[in-house]
């Protein structure tokens, strides 16, 4: 919503659910993505979004103009096939969000194996993002989506 409200980005908002069984997961949501891509063509930024499992809620919290977000992580994968454009669009979104909120990003975790490369073969505008974890609060990662949502107008828009 704060995307297409205050920035004018169309949106697909897929809510569907893929974790069943993590195991079959990324199958299942390489389907729901080449769906999409089947039907629209390609896009701008595919945004795969999650939240880790860190326990320390002081690792993955950090303040933003007086108030708490969740920090954000960015994930790649090496055996994707379209890794370096992967990698170029991260570090352009992790440059732009540590410019416009120093200590927001927690950092960029590169695996050498993704689990089917985190369907980030399947476009070049394909980025993962993990808010937060399960000891965020909601509210704490609706601060970060705003933050995010402005970083996302920035690069779209071309002022990166």
């Not at 303040?63 to 090496?78: L, R, T």
């Not at 979104?93 to 399947?122: C, D, H, M, W």
């Not at 993962?128 to 920035?154: D, W, Y």
Request: aromatic share 10%; glycine share 4%; charged share 25%.
């Amino acid at each position: 919503r704060e995307l297409e409200d205050n920035y004018g980005i169309s949106v697909i908002h897929d809510k569907t659910d893929h974790c069943k069984s993590y195991n079959d997961s990324y199958k299942r949501s390489n389907e729901t993505v080449y769906n999409y891509l089947s039907k629209y063509g390609d896009f701008k930024m595919i945004i795969d979004l999650h939240r880790d499992s860190v326990d320390n809620k002081a690792a993955t919290t950090t303040d933003i103009y007086g108030m708490s977000a969740a920090k954000i992580m960015f994930v790649n994968a090496k055996n994707s096939t379209r890794y370096a454009k992967n990698k170029e669009l991260t570090d352009k979104v992790y440059n732009k969000t540590s410019e416009l909120f120093p200590g927001l990003v927690r950092k960029i975790t590169t695996y050498n194996r993704g689990k089917n490369a985190f369907n980030q073969s399947l476009s070049d505008g394909c980025i993962l993002f993990e808010v937060g974890s399960h000891t965020n609060t909601p509210e704490e990662a609706k601060v970060t989506a705003q933050c995010m949502a402005r970083v996302i107008a920035e690069i779209l828009n071309g002022n990166n």
